[in-house]
Every structure is written in C-alpha cells, then in structure tokens.
C-alpha cells in the first residue's frame, strides 16, 4: 500500500491541469502537487494603465489551476486513504487526504 501511495504521489507530480482566467486570456498550470509550472498571457489582457487588472487575472488563474490540482489530488489519493482504513479525508494523515 505505501508503494502505491509513492506512485500516486509521483503521477500526480508529472500529471499537470491548467486553470484560466478573463475568459481564457490567462492560463496557468500547475502539477497535481501544486507547482506552478507555466504561464500564458495573451498580449489583449497586459493594459499598461492597469497593471493590478492584470495581476488580478494571474492570481485567478493561478487559484483555478490550484483548485483543479486539489481536486485531482482527491481523486487519486482518496481511494488510498480508503484502503489503508482512514475512510477518506484525513485517514492517511496528511492535510486534505
């Protein structure tokens, strides 16, 4: 079972989803363990008189990438925590798991 949760811990470092925000001018991914691993902006969201517009959509983006992470973490790690008895949030004692 440890072997297992190692490799679920792996595939979710690799396993990479995207978040957007302003209607897909911003897009940011982020790895099933939480780390950023890249930014797009389209150059129509970058308005010079409004540098904290801009700000905003990356940290939104940044929030809908985390929020896709965490649920992906839920979904492969959830059915472990199951199996080791912890009967899901919690069981493994880790934060979220």
């Known amino acids: 079972m440890q ?12 396993t ?3 978040g957007t925000a302003g209607g897909g001018l911003v897009r940011a991914t982020v790895t099933g ?3 950023v ?12 008189d409004d540098p904290e517009g801009l700000a905003d959509l990356v940290l939104a983006a940044i929030r809908d990438a985390s929020r896709a992470a965490g649920e992906l973490q839920q979904q492969t790690m959830e059915p472990l925590a199951e199996g080791l008895g912890g009967g899901g949030p919690g069981g493994l004692g880790l934060p979220g798991f």
Request: no cysteine.
């Open 33 to 35: 363990g939480g780390e």
């Open 37 to 48: 691993t890249g930014l797009q902006i389209d150059p129509s969201a970058i308005d010079p």
């Open 3 to 14: 072997q297992r949760l190692l490799e679920a811990q792996e595939e979710l470092a690799r």
């Open 16 to 18: 990479e989803v995207t």
